[in-house]
């Protein structure tokens, strides 16, 4: 099972960036999908969650400004970005808790956002 994250790039405070993250398996069938970030000299952090049954969770600092979400016929999972801050510069991680999928845990590679003026 691969993850494919997209939509990484460059954005002014302000601005807006949307991730898409392409699944090789049946999204439906995972627990939880979700974006993870890492700041340079930083811990690896949860952004976003959406359940299987739709509940999605937030990290305190992108609430309101993102917004995660799926869609099944292309088992895809995006994250919407606005109002973009320069602390939300990192690189950007798609996650599955998905054990349907062979094992508990899958990473994406990382797709690099960076906010600045």
């Known amino acids: 099972v691969q993850l494919q994250a997209s939509g990484g790039g460059s954005a002014q405070p302000g601005g807006s960036l949307r991730l898409s993250c392409a699944a090789s398996?049946?999204?439906?069938?995972?627990?939880?999908m979700g974006w993870y970030r890492q700041a340079p000299g930083k811990q690896r952090e949860l952004v976003a969650s959406?359940?299987?049954?739709?509940?999605?969770t937030y990290a305190d600092s992108v609430k309101g400004r993102f917004t995660i979400s799926r869609d099944f016929a292309s088992n895809s999972v995006y994250l919407q970005m606005n109002s973009l801050k320069s602390e939300d510069t990192a690189v950007y991680y798609c996650?599955?808790?998905?054990?349907?999928?062979?094992?508990?845990?899958?990473w994406g590679l990382g797709t690099q956002v960076t906010v600045s003026s």
């Open positions: 398996a049946t999204i439906s069938s995972a627990t939880v």
């Open positions: 959406i359940s299987r049954s739709g509940v999605t």
């Open positions: 996650n599955a808790d998905a054990p349907l999928w062979g094992r508990n845990e899958f």
